[in-house]
């Protein structure tokens, strides 16, 4: 009897391992039987992929061969898939590059104010130090937050890479940042620490120049096409927008009437110079259309439709002749928010073009051809 009963458990194991291997190819495994057996106490589980999911959303079947485009005119691409990964900066990088812009901007201001203007300009002196290094050092308060920890940040300035415009940008942030503190903590002292405070405010505006400038220049040194695309007009724009948007908060800022002339002055210089370089962003980006899309459809598009409009109403109303402190309140808001949402719109236009399968197939065939 148990002689029968072991022959027929024998049997029904060949049976079981006869179906298991007749099932391994489908069974999500991808196990040819007649290279390999299934056998041992886990054999008959199935894998995930092999259980039917009614909700799961089924891998698109490609219709034509991967590198070729579905609509003519489109170019080729690699297997549909982005060529670059996209930017992975969170919420502080362009707000730090508005304040930085802003704070260097600031810091150039006050530097020839100081060395031309005297003891009459000394009020917009200070305010453009205090500003300054409140950008310098917020922006770099906002960097050290997006890298996660301040070791991240030191870690960058173990070399001076001349070639590098993340290297030069992160020493151009941490000496601006402590020259135009030592600037804005003397600029009331007297005797020789007034000297060492107009000296460091000097070297202030140096600093400053590269502050909000840099930043542009590392944008358009990256492979993102959109960003690439306007290695011109990228950086003048940055220093266009950092005076628009540092006159705009000197502007809410109480300031005597020579203060104020000056100051409306370098901020109309700014505006108007700021929509010239808008404009030539954006016709650099869409000289290839599908480069320049991001500018046109979604969030982006939506940040730099608005950040364009804030621009002109602020520079509208900036022009306008007027007294009433309300009307200048309002052009300068509308002046730092189109500089602020600016940056936000290049930055997600970065991103969206990164992920873009085929803008950077474009935009490097018309590098090549040009």
Known sequence: MATQHAAENDSNDKAN????????????????????????????????????HPDREQPPVWQHLP??????????????????????????????????????AAAVLGAVAQLFGGDSLRGLVTRCRWLGAFGA????????????????FYNMLRVFRPTSPMSVGSWILIGAGGVMSIAALLTRARGF???????????????????????????????????????????????????????ALLELMTLN???????????????????????????????VKRVGRPLKEGVSGQLWKASKLLAVIGLV???????????????ALCTASGALLLRYAITQAGKVSARDPRATFQQQRFDEES
């Not at 495994?29 to 259980?51: F, K, M, N, V, W």
């Not at 050092?137 to 991240?152: K, T």
């Not at 405070?197 to 070297?203: L, N, S, T, Y």
């Open 257 to 287: 009437p020579r203060e104020a002339k000056i100051v409306q002055r370098f901020g109309h210089v700014g505006r108007v110079a700021e929509m010239f370089a808008a404009f030539a962003f954006e016709h650099d980006a869409e000289r």
């Open 67 to 104: 590198s070729q485009a579905p609509q003519p005119g489109e170019g080729p691409t690699y297997y549909d898939r982005p060529v670059i990964k996209e930017p992975v900066w969170i919420w502080t990088v362009p707000l730090y590059f508005f304040v930085g812009g802003a704070g260097g």
């Open 137 to 152: 050092n917020l922006g770099a308060v906002l960097l050290i937050y997006d890298l996660g920890r301040p070791a991240r």
């Open 317 to 331: 109303l900036g022009w306008l002749p007027s007294k009433v402190r309300g009307q200048r309140t309002v052009a």
């Open 17 to 52: 391992q006869a179906d298991t291997q007749e099932d391994a190819v489908g069974d999500g495994r991808h196990i040819d039987p007649s290279l390999g057996s299934l056998t041992g106490e886990a054999s008959g589980q199935l894998h995930d992929s092999a259980r039917p």
């Open 193 to 247: 620490w007034r000297g060492v405070g107009d000296a460091a405010g000097a070297v202030s505006g140096l600093f400053g120049v590269g502050l909000v400038g840099y930043t542009g220049v590392l944008l358009t040194n990256s492979v993102v096409p959109i960003w690439s695309a306007a290695q011109r007009s990228l950086p003048v724009l940055f220093i266009t927008s950092g005076m628009a948007s540092a006159a």
